[in-house]
Structures are given as C-alpha cells and as structure tokens.
C-alpha cells in the first residue's frame, strides 16, 4: 500500500492518492484534476473512489469532476447539503476499496460536518488517517469559517475530535492533513512535512492543553482568510463546473489600455523589480510566485474580467491553472512579450526598489510616510514607529488614508509590498518598495516597542 502526496503549495494544501496493486483512491483533489489522472497512469492504478472530508472553503474541489471522469464512486458526508449525487456516510461507515479500506469518523471543529477516514490495511489494522481540516501537523483547522455565531462551539467540537483520533488511534498511525502548510485553514503554522498520532501526542495543542486553554488560546489567535473563502462552500457545495486550463485569448495594447482604462483588472505576473522598472500606468503586478493565488484572490473583485500580462506564454498558463482553484474563472484575455511593446509607444511608469538600510538614511524627511501592509497582529507584535498599518487585503477600501508624497512601502519579505506598491502608483505619489525582510528593520534599529 502506498500514500503519494499531490501538493499545492500556493494555497498550502495537500491531496492524496492511496494505492495498492491497480487500485487507487483520492482524498480531497484539487480542481485541476490532470494532475491526479497523470499520477494514475504513471502508477498505472485505477481510481475507484474520490473521499472529501469536508465541503471546502479555500479551494474549489476537483472531486465531482475527477469522480465523473473515471467513473468513481464519490463520497461526501450525509450531513452535507450538495446538489448532486454522492455516496452519503456517517460515522462508523466504512468504504471498502478492495486492497483497503476507510472507517468514517465524524470529526466536527473546522466545519460541523468534517469526517476523517483511518486507512486499514487488509487485516483491518489502522496506518493512516486522512483528517482534512481537523488534526493538523502540530495545531488544528480553523474554527471561525462559517461565522462568528457558530465559532466557539466549532472549537469546543475541534478539541473533542482531536482527542478522538489520539484515542482511538495507535501511536504509529501516520496523519495525512489536507491543510496547515501554509494554508489560511489552519488555525496556527504547522510543524513539520509528516507526523504520526504518538507525535501528535506530544505537540498538538488541543493534545497538550486542557479544553478550555485549547478554546481560549486558537480564538485569540484566529487573524484575517482570505475573502474570496465566502464563494468556496457554496461553489463546491453546488458542484463545480469543469475546469478550463487552457490559453486565454490574446489581447493587443490598444485593447489593454482600454480595458485598464475602463476599471478592468489587468495583472502584470512578472517579478517585481522587473515590474518596478517598467509597467503600465494602471496595471497591478502580482508576482507569479509564493502566495500569488492567495492575495489575487484576497484583493480581486469576484466576477471582474481579468487581463493577465507576462513574459512568458507558459506564466499564463500556470497563472491560469492556481486561480481556476478558487474559482476564478473571468480570464478574459492574455498578453505576451516584452511591456514596451504592449505600452504601444506610451511611456512605462516606473518606481524605486530599495532596503531597510536605504530607509534608515531616509526615514524622518518632510513629507515620508510609511506604509506598513502586514496584518494587523504583525503590525502589533513589532513595527516602525510612526508607521502608517493598512493590511493589503484592506488597502483598495481604504487607499484615500495614503498620503500623497513620498510612501515607502513594506511587508515581511517584500511580497506584499510589491502588490501594494503597484496599486499605489500614481503622478501624485512617489512610491518605493522596500524588497527586504522585516528582520532587516530590525537590524537597521527602526523597530521600537509595540
């Protein structure tokens, strides 16, 4: 029997597919489900059943698609309310897949209807267990998802299904999470890529505190998700429609100016000093790299047509690929090549790149403001002092509180600047982005007591 992990580090999850012999199962695929028909035949298994532990709020699922395609049987929670045909289970079910089998355990915290499933071996015996959003690598899921009225008693439900797994499991049963690495889902960063229940045991919070600990300190503790997770219960809830993974239409620059001109988005997927050096007035560069997917997602407008712009036709593609992911589907056209070429003879903005220690020099002058756009419990932690904080996921709301003048905006690593810095960008303004780690500041002395 072999577990083969399909990550998605954009978003932080993971995916898995059991196989023994010529048969396979998929537990909790991602939307671009090429990725899982290419694994099968290169293991040359046959996917007879597609497991969901729960109805998804950071991804649109592949699982209704994947489950269509090869004729495979797919399994949803009773509890969930969906509009298509599935396999119902309830707890204490079991799923027989020939080879091995899956026992359904209700494990309710990150939504009220969660399931886990325990991996047997032929003989019965236990060796894995899939627990989507609950037990997490060193911390649990989320419990703030579907709203604050239901928060707290989720995370009572979430310290009662850890301590279910950690019981009724043996100590060398591995635990296959769907998220915690890196995804907004998990309620605190996770620790390390693989774990076992008896590792759990020592590092688990729900496992090493007392309940009330457990709830108190995951509340206190829950920050910002992205906003586009308010459209992936209901996608995915009611069966997402087949992807699209191929090439958006091309676009000309006159057509560009036009449609940037007209409040359209039209997104630069180069990096960001290349951006800094020379885009389109009006355009927004999201970097195709780290979190791209999380933050285009976080700041888009849902349903707005979107222009993607890169150097390369296969940036597009990928670019296509993560936010057909979450759902965003509204690609309606695509320019490649060089950015002088598609200004069509206008000329590129531009704006300086520098470092915490260019800032040291700088910092005080007549008419310097920084822009701080961490979230808020970073800002908190530790920040410049006489910083101005607008979190990124907030900023196209509240850009009227930028001064014009001069901005030096910052991040943790220069990531989120580079968005922001791209949306603040005008005649008015003269932006820097600071493409540095927030440890520098702290190196550099900026950093006074929060």
Known sequence: MNVTIIETSGLGDRSYLVSDGDVATVIDPQRDIDRVLDLAQEKNVSITHVLETHIHNDYVTGGLELARTVGA????????????????????????????????????????????????????????????????HGTTGRTDLLGDDHT????????????????????????????????????TPSSGDSSTIAEQRSNNPALTNDEQTFVDELIAGLSAYPAYYAHMGVINAEGPQPVDLSMPAPVDAGEIRRRIDSGEWVVDLRNRTAFAAGHLSGSMGFELSGQFVTYLGWLYAWGTPLTLIAER??????????????????????????????????????????????????????????????????????????????????????????????????????????????????????????????????????????
């Open 313 to 450: 036709p296969e940036d597009i593609l990928e670019a296509r690929r993560e936010l057909a992911r979450i759902g965003v589907d509204n690609l309606t056209g695509s320019a490649v090549g060089d950015v002088d070429t598609l200004a069509d003879g206008t000329a590129l903005n531009s704006y300086r790149v520098a470092d915490f220690a260019d800032l040291r020099e700088t910092i005080g002058a007549d008419g310097l403001t920084v822009l701080d756009v961490r979230q808020t419990n970073e800002f908190d932690e530790a920040h410049i002092p006489g910083a101005l904080n607008i979190p990124l996921h907030e900023l196209l709301s509240r850009r009227g509180e930028v001064p014009d003048g001069q901005v030096w905006v910052h991040c943790g690593s220069g990531y989120r600047a580079s968005i922001a810095a791209s949306m603040l960008d005008k005649p008015s303004r003269t932006v820097v982005l600071i493409d540095d780690a927030f440890d520098n500041a702290k190196e550099q002395e900026l950093v006074g007591a929060a």
């Open 73 to 136: 049987e797919y399994v949803v929670s009773a509890e969930d309310d969906v509009a298509f045909d599935r396999r119902p289970v309830a707890d204490g079910d079991i799923i027989d897949a020939g080879p091995f089998r899956f026992q359904v355990l209700h494990t309710p915290g990150h939504t009220h209807t969660h399931v886990s499933y325990v991996l047997q071996n032929t003989g019965g015996e236990p060796v894995g267990v899939f627990t989507g959003g609950s037990m997490l």
């Open 152 to 187: 707290k008693e989720l995370t009572h439900a979430q310290f009662h299904s850890v301590r279910r797994l950690a019981a009724e499991l043996p100590d060398d049963v591995q635990v296959y999470p769907t998220h915690g690495f890196g995804s907004f889902c998990s309620a």
